[in-house]
DNA sequence: CTGAAAGCGCTTACAG
DNA sequence: CTGAAAGCGCTTACAG
């Protein structure tokens, strides 16, 4: 129908702008409606599972043509009714990096099990980017937002302020309360501590990046505190930082830093797995044996570690399950209930 | 606004409905233009910039309005009218794949860029999966598809003849022509066939998934013809293959049957970088060590490898430029253009 | 059991 | 330079 009831003026041009006019005109309401006799009220009804509110024969003739002609409500008509638009933004800071995209294809998979849709942002760590993605997807109207690792940002407290419906993952709101999904990442630390304790080793160090989340920080400080109260002083453990964005660089950097004109320590924790593979690399560049000079800990034990990093230790975060508890956290606000925090159990990985 | 004009006539009930009624009411055009004394049709031609139809008082009186409400104009309200979502959907089999993660995180900065967003759907390489989310896009009213690794399904089928907008990535249309971005996947596997020959390796083999997809087959087909072509015949070339959804698994099982009884090959082909990790970590079992014993070459070269595997080699494919290309492609569909095939360079990396 | 009508938030000819 | 009005595809009280 489009544009084919508009006269065309421009008859020499007319060539040039004939397109391909293979559009199948949509199948709508109306065209159901049209040809089943009835009036699109009692097809939206049908169509929606209104039972009861017409005849049998009716709801069988309906349901005949709309399997026919394949219709499908559209969502924007619908959405701007229902005033629901049935669409989640998630917000990464990362696809590159296992552990996110991990996290994605959890709460991808959940949402799309609660009837959502998931639009993936990948703001790339940056503030200026999540406030643009925000901006976006109120935009869109999309019902909740998913911020894995957020920044703090003008839009995010302007976001948090308005009440949206928002869950945080790994890295709890950079600007006060809010759901969260995560781990426990002081215990994290010390779990690490635990074992590299118990495997006598004493010659321990820390890497971390200069301006961490309040994820790795936790984990640094969960790791420091129990070999503390194992007795070993704080000052005995080395510790190394890096700036950068990538976490790679970070742990190749800052393991650079710490073994600078010293030897390498014999247990290494890495609070995430990506500055694991990066202080290993270094490693490998040194000659150093890994593991048998040195025990490497990660945190996030990525899939592939199973696979190609068997030197690495690592404390297995349950990406898995972040989906579920994410739209569950999600369902909960738009119940009106309070946000809450919800840690999920990590393990501790040797191979 | 919602609710509050509905006589509430359960008094007594009144209490436990009482939710936190916190939800801001939104700005609307309406809201703007009764704020700045004009009409929704002035607001709305000042908000999308279209100049030289208000005074310039107007103009500026409406935009700093717009300004202190925060008005952003409702993309749902927008796609009705205007018959357009901004919407694409990418449809992926399996995010958990570094390579799937680093095309989601590719395409979805060039549509952010073009100002398309992208709904992300994990198929998990599953038909029916991806007929579900066919069906939900197309009521989503995307305008477009981005389709990595596809498989043949009823839903595809209907949306091809359909004439969707549809890009192809990785693997083309499995049933009939269609856009495509991808690489020269026979020119792939010869150059690793070149490069293992060069470096004197004659024992050499290759493994590949039971129904591989017309991307390995062609990978696996570059290789041997080529290595026919350098005069090593065909059946000196010891092939394997596994049956299996995840590539690891499918490397591993692979180069299980692959040296059943006999010696491990000194030159390996891994038609995806997902294979030669299952293959490695069977090495590992089996204490063959390498690349000192085989050499292995994969396809991806994923962006882990230079970190945690450097005794991969392996034909980089450009992923990060794959977004570009995709936009481009559906572009060209949107402007009534015929699908076109858009091959990237690759190249092999040595480390 | 069914339909006419209002309205969700916007854009855009059309008229002045 | 500006506004009234139609309409995008749906849902849903309301009336019969």
Redesign the interface.
């Known amino acids: 129908m489009?544009g084919l009831d508009r006269p065309s003026q421009s008859g020499e041009q007319g060539a040039m702008n004939r397109?391909?006019v293979?559009?199948?005109q949509p199948v709508l309401l109306a065209t159901v409606a049209a040809k089943a006799g009835v009036s699109i009220a009692t097809v939206s009804r049908i169509v929606n599972g209104e039972t009861g509110r017409a005849s049998a024969e009716t709801i069988e003739r309906v349901q005949k043509i709309v399997g026919a002609l394949?219709y499908?409500?559209?969502?924007?008509?619908r959405?701007?009714r229902r005033?629901e638009?049935r669409?989640v933004a998630m917000l990464s800071p990362?696809?590159?990096n296992?552990a996110m995209?991990?996290i994605?294809?959890s709460v991808?998979?959940a949402l799309?099990s609660a009837g959502y849709?998931?639009?993936?942002?990948?703001t790339h760590d940056r503030a200026e980017l999540q406030d643009e993605y925000l901006?976006?997807?109120?935009?869109?109207?999309v019902q909740g937002y998913v911020l894995v690792n957020a920044v703090q940002s003008e839009a995010l407290s302007?976001s948090v302020a308005?009440?949206d419906p928002i869950v945080f993952v790994g890295r709890r709101n950079p600007a006060g309360a809010g759901s969260f999904v995560g781990i426990d990442n002081r215990r994290a630390g010390a779990d690490a501590a635990d074992h590299l304790w118990a495997q006598g080793i004493r010659d321990l160090a820390v890497i971390h990046p200069t301006q961490g989340s309040s994820a790795s920080r936790d984990r640094v400080d969960g790791f420091v505190r129990r070999l503390k109260e194992l007795g070993l002083p704080c000052e005995a453990i080395r510790q190394a930082s890096a700036l950068g964005l990538s976490h790679?660089e970070v742990g190749y950097a800052a393991a650079q830093r710490l073994i600078d004109g010293k030897s390498w320590p014999g247990g290494l924790l890495c609070p995430s797995d990506m500055m694991a593979?990066?202080a290993?690399?270094l490693a490998?560049e040194k000659g150093i044996r890994i593991p048998e000079t040195c025990r490497i800990v990660g945190i996030d034990d990525n899939?592939?570690n199973?696979?190609?990093?068997?030197w690495l230790i690592s404390v297995r975060i349950p990406y898995a399950d972040f989906g579920a508890k994410v739209v569950g956290q999600l369902q909960a606000l738009w119940a009106?209930e309070q946000p809450s925090e919800q840690l999920l159990p990590h393990e501790l990985i040797v191979r």
Chains 1, 2 share one sequence.
Do not use: F
């Not at 499908?72 to 008509?77: C, L, Q, S, T």
């Not at 901006?135 to 109207?141: G, K, L, N, P, V």
């Open positions: 489009r397109k391909r293979s559009a199948h394949g499908r409500p559209n969502h924007v008509g959405a701007l005033r638009s669409i990362n696809l590159d296992p995209a991990a994605a294809a991808e998979t799309r849709v998931m639009i993936l942002c990948d901006h976006a997807m109120r935009s869109q109207a302007a308005r009440g790679l593979y990066g290993y690399r490998l899939a592939l199973a696979w190609i990093a068997p009106g």
